[in-house]
């Protein structure tokens, strides 16, 4: 046997191996990129859970600051202010770009909020896409329940200040009453209690899955 014939098996080995070692290569690569797009989706996961969540205990605060204000100086824009919150969080009107971001405490007396074009969608729609766990949206689903049911104490507030022939001291008074009572604070409290709970379920639930997918991408490295 020539000696070429000897060494072509060899070579013919070595690319095996070599093509082998390779692919093992490429696809721990892939696994590795894929462990760390992963983080990167649970991190994301958790960062719009907290921003779905805040904008609902958000709304809830934004409108108690106008019906508060409405009650104090009856200037009707702030009962406007007060039911578009209650329309964007509803899907009755578009949600303003940016929302997330500080909204209602730029709009100064006097001055009209900018018109919103666009398909109109609920936060709890916008919820239920978020892809929570049943027990997380039920959170959320109970904070909205509180949050509807204080609206009528504060539609009730409104309307002293509104059906009142003049609007005396006593009148006034009574409205704020309403607003600042003890049963006031408990019914925020109802509202702002599953939300919180619900940032503690959602950070167990997105931080184990970042550690997890994070193990990973430190076995493939």
Do not use: C
């Amino acid at each position: 046997m020539k000696p070429d014939e000897h060494r072509l098996p060899r070579v013919a080995r070595a690319l095996w191996l070599n093509l082998a070692a390779l692919v093992v290569i490429t696809v721990a690569f892939a696994a590795y990129v894929l462990a760390e797009k992963q983080i990167d989706r649970a991190n994301e996961s958790r960062l719009q859970s907290f921003l779905l969540a805040d904008e609902l205990r958000q709304s809830s605060n934004d409108q108690t600051r106008m019906v508060r204000t409405y009650v104090a100086t009856s200037d009707p824009q702030y009962k406007q202010q007060y039911e578009d919150v209650l329309a964007i969080r509803n899907g009755k009107l578009p949600r303003p770009p940016h929302y997330q971001n500080v909204y209602w405490d730029l709009i100064l007396p006097g001055q009209l909020r900018p018109r919103v074009t666009g398909s109109a969608v609920s936060l709890l729609q916008r919820m239920r896409q978020a892809g929570f766990t049943a027990e997380e949206f039920a959170l959320l689903e109970q904070a909205k329940a509180h949050s509807d049911a204080l609206s009528w104490t504060e539609y009730a507030a409104m309307s002293l200040i509104e059906t009142a022939t003049p609007v005396t001291d006593a009148v006034r008074n009574r409205a704020t009453l309403m607003l600042q009572d003890t049963a006031y604070h408990q019914a925020k409290r109802a509202i702002m209690q599953p939300i919180n709970t619900f940032y503690s379920r959602v950070e167990t639930r997105t931080q184990t899955a970042v550690e997890q997918r994070a193990r990973i991408a430190m076995l493939l490295r």
